[in-house]
């Protein structure tokens, strides 16, 4: 389809070489069987968020950023925010999945920013070529999105059940928002996400924003690198890739969770869940909904 166009002509650009390493605990084994749908009760539903009705609203903007939020008629104070992958509009969750369908069955409200063409970075540099506006898209959503939410429709705030949900780069957003946002977000779900830029130096995107590896290594190694920063890690995760991903292999969510996993131990609860034969598209992702809001669930009722 049309919006996977965009994404492979930046192909050459996102191919990664990574070496395999042992789990620390013991091998991950793929699993081949889709997610059963959930047995959920109808929950009771709770006023809807100040401010926004139940249903649609469209076109907002944070400056010069559009947003959409989805309130279900059965909302439960529980939010997500839905970052889609690489150039993908943010309706793109939306149009090729079930999300709307389980935002509903489990009364969460959906926030849904533009974010396109961000790494989710933290800062520019002299160096950089690849401007995604003129604040760092991380910096937007940590300085002006979250507290613009927050404010207007009363959504976002602490101590509530704020998730987020990301896929391919913005699975990457939800690991970095997550570190850059310490306990804000209750949890978390990355589905075919990269975690660690260090292992691909000749990364073409990667370069455009931090400059050449080889020059500046501690802008790839440091505040917006997950891998580097797991001790910092406080959100319970969930992790799923496909292990047919020809785009982002699978190494990059196996080896971040074996990072987590040997820093943090028992301490937070992690999930990886490597799919057989499962690729880099809605088919799989929309396949994963129905285990990423029973983890959320999970994670919120035993608060």
Same mark, same amino acid.
């Given at each position: 389809m049309s919006k996977f166009m965009a994404r492979l002509i930046f192909l050459p650009f996102l191919f990664f070489s990574l070496e395999s390493c042992s789990n620390p605990k013991s091998a991950i084994q793929a699993q081949d069987v889709n997610p059963k749908e959930p047995n959920v009760s109808s929950p009771s539903p709770q006023p809807a968020a100040a401010k926004l009705k139940a249903g649609w609203s469209k076109n907002l903007k944070v400056d010069d950023v559009a947003y959409d939020i989805y309130i279900p008629q059965n909302y439960r104070n529980r939010s997500i925010v839905v970052l889609p992958g690489w150039d993908f509009p943010r309706t793109s969750w939306v149009e090729d999945s079930p999300l709307v369908k389980y935002a509903d069955q489990y009364g969460y409200a959906l926030i849904l920013p533009e974010m396109l063409q961000t790494l989710y970075e933290s800062s520019y540099y002299p160096e950089t070529q690849l401007k995604w506006n003129k604040m760092p898209g991380g910096e937007f959503i940590k300085k002006?999105?979250?507290?613009?939410?927050?404010?207007?429709?009363?959504?976002?705030?602490?101590? &509530? !059940?704020?998730?987020?949900?990301? @896929?391919? *780069?913005?699975?990457? #957003?939800?690991?970095?928002?997550?570190? /850059?946002?310490?306990?804000?977000?209750?949890?978390?779900?990355?589905?075919?996400?990269?975690?660690?830029? &260090? !292992?691909?130096?000749?990364?073409? @995107?990667? *370069?455009?924003?931090? #400059?050449?590896?080889?020059?500046?290594? /501690?802008?790839?190694?440091?505040?917006?690198?997950?891998?580097?920063?797991?001790?910092?890690?406080?959100?319970?995760?969930?992790?799923?890739?496909?292990?047919?991903?020809?785009?982002?292999?699978?190494?990059?969510?196996?080896?971040?969770?074996?990072?987590?996993?040997?820093?943090?131990?028992?301490?937070?609860?992690?999930?990886?869940?490597?799919?057989?034969?499962?690729?880099?598209?809605?088919?799989?992702?929309?396949?994963?909904?129905?285990?990423?809001?029973?983890?959320?669930?999970?994670?919120?009722?035993?608060?």
């Open positions: 002006r999105f979250i507290p613009e939410i927050q404010k207007r429709h009363n959504l976002l705030k602490q101590g &509530e !059940n704020n998730t987020l949900l990301g @896929l391919s *780069t913005g699975g990457r #957003g939800v690991a970095l928002i997550a570190l /850059e946002n310490p306990g804000l977000f209750v949890a978390g779900a990355s589905l075919s996400g990269d975690f660690s830029q &260090e !292992n691909t130096p000749e990364d073409r @995107l990667m *370069t455009a924003v931090y #400059g050449s590896f080889n020059k500046f290594p /501690e802008r790839w190694k440091g505040r917006d690198n997950p891998m580097a920063r797991v001790s910092e890690w406080k959100m319970p995760l969930y992790l799923a890739h496909g292990t047919a991903d020809n785009i982002v292999p699978e190494e990059q969510s196996r080896l971040f969770y074996q990072a987590l996993v040997q820093s943090q131990g028992n301490k937070i609860q992690v999930e990886y869940h490597p799919i057989k034969g499962a690729a880099h598209d809605y088919k799989f992702w929309g396949r994963q909904l129905p285990a990423v809001f029973t983890f959320f669930d999970k994670i919120i009722e035993s608060r």
